[in-house]
């Protein structure tokens, strides 16, 4: 079993920056592929970045693709998302995801644990 909590949420004002982290308890954790999603206000959930068990193989949606970058520690069983170039359309709740099948999947369903989320709010 894996519990997520996720921090580093916030407001910033458009062009900024904000690293969030997902801190993950259980040994298993080491084993999981990882993933960021977002929420925003009336829409549905939708995938972000994801990461495999190694760090070995990342995919990003198009529309953080070169902004956003999702990395791993499991020694500290850490997940990250370093958002930069941040803009209002990036505002929403992010939620870490684990799956444990290991390899890094862009697809929702894929994943049995969730955090509970936290909001970043991006102000023109």
């Known amino acids: 079993q894996v519990q997520l909590v996720e921090s580093g949420g916030g407001l910033v004002q458009a062009g900024g920056s904000l690293r969030l982290s997902c801190a993950a308890s259980?040994?298993?954790?080491?084993?999981?592929?990882m993933g960021w999603f977002r929420q925003a206000p009336g829409k549905e959930r939708e995938f972000v970045a994801t990461i495999s068990w190694s760090g070995g193989n990342t995919y990003y949606a198009d529309s953080v693709k070169g902004r956003f970058t999702i990395s791993r520690d499991n020694a500290k069983n850490t997940v990250y998302l370093q958002m930069n170039s941040l803009k209002p359309e990036d505002t929403g709740v992010y939620y870490c995801?684990?799956?444990?099948?290991?390899?890094?999947?862009?697809?929702?369903?894929?994943?049995?644990?969730w955090g509970q989320g936290t909001q970043v709010t991006v102000s023109s």
């Open positions: 259980g040994r298993t954790f080491k084993s999981y592929a």
């Open positions: 995801a684990a799956d444990w099948r290991g390899f890094a999947t862009t697809r929702i369903n894929d994943y049995g644990h």
